[in-house]
């Protein structure tokens, strides 16, 4: 059994009340108390119960966190901020999986809280504004890292994928390219929309008109399989595109590979571009021309947010601003 503040209280001839605040360095309890109480504790090994805090306190100091699959090189960087960030606020953080499921994904949401955490942490949201209703049952706060349901939800980080995918094809644009196509990713609804509309953006403001043809909208398959089976469809046209802008960098990578095997040169045959900058991009070859999220920082942003929650504050979405990586899988026509 462990050392419990009564066998302190009992060592040091005073009270387990008094102990208590003592351990919490309580003003009404005397220094030479403090001292004694925190002398004992040290010797006699006591460790505090977070459980027993929790009760006491009505928090648990710990949050959960929901990502879609921690095999998904995108999730680390986030994960990592948000602990460390956590970690600095004396917080513990909780791991789930929703596989990109919505029903999952709630499951996961229900299932932290049962296990009585502060507040939820969730990326890529299949759910959404569904929160909105669900937090008086809940009665957690919840924050969500690139929520991909359509709508708004109150609390939110969410990179600028508009301005990041209008930064990638301007930069195919100036490097000559006409046709350049877009491999899409349907089942990610908002950053795939706004990722379009910036594709389509920059296409239209420097008078280049939108080939529907050259929108690739695959469903059902995973991101590198996406990639390949968009190639298998590219190759398979008449006048085909000279660049590539992927949804994202594993898509890209799928892309590569599939025209690596087909015998089509990148960049010079066909420049691609992708989204994200996950650490595999900067070693694969040739490597990838990228439109960087700042992950880390996205994930330190989303713990300070539920924070701040936790704590009864008001706090507003926040959107992060990416920047473009350019590497050698692009090149001038």
Known sequence: MGVSIKDIAKA??????????????????????????????????YSPSAIARGLATGKTNTVGMV????????????????????????????????????????AAVRLLRERRVDGVI??????????TPLLSELKVPIVLINNQKGGGYLHSIYVDDFAGA????????????RDIAYIACPERERSNRNRMNGYKAALE????????RLILQLEGKDDMARGAAAVEEILSLDERPTALFCYNDMTAI?????????????PEDI??????????????????????????EMGVKAMEMLLALIEGE????????????????????
């Open 12 to 45: 040091a001839g005073v009270s387990h009340t008094t102990v208590s605040r003592a351990l919490r360095d309580d003003p009404r309890i005397s220094e030479q108390t403090r001292n004694l109480v925190h002398r004992l504790a040290t010797e006699m090994g």
């Open 67 to 106: 990502v879609t699959t921690i095999s998904d090189p995108f999730v680390a960087p986030i994960a990592q901020g948000t602990e460390r960030k956590a970690m600095e606020a004396g917080y513990s953080l909780i791991l789930s999986q929703s596989g990109a499921d919505p029903d999952r994904e709630l």
């Open 122 to 131: 969730v990326t890529a949201s299949r759910v959404g504004e569904l929160y």
């Open 166 to 177: 209008k930064m990638a094809v301007g930069l195919l644009i100036d490097l000559g390219h």
């Open 205 to 212: 403001s420097r008078g280049i008109s939108v080939n529907e």
């Open 254 to 266: 799928g892309a590569l590979q599939a025209l690596h095997e087909s015998g089509v040169r990148v």
């Open 271 to 296: 420049s691609i571009v992708g989204f994200d900058d996950v650490p595999i991009s900067s070693v694969v070859c040739p490597a990838l021309t990228t439109v960087a999220q700042p992950k880390e």
């Open 314 to 333: 008001e706090r507003e979405n926040v959107v992060v601003k990416p920047r473009l990586v350019v590497r050698s899988s692009t090149a001038r026509v």
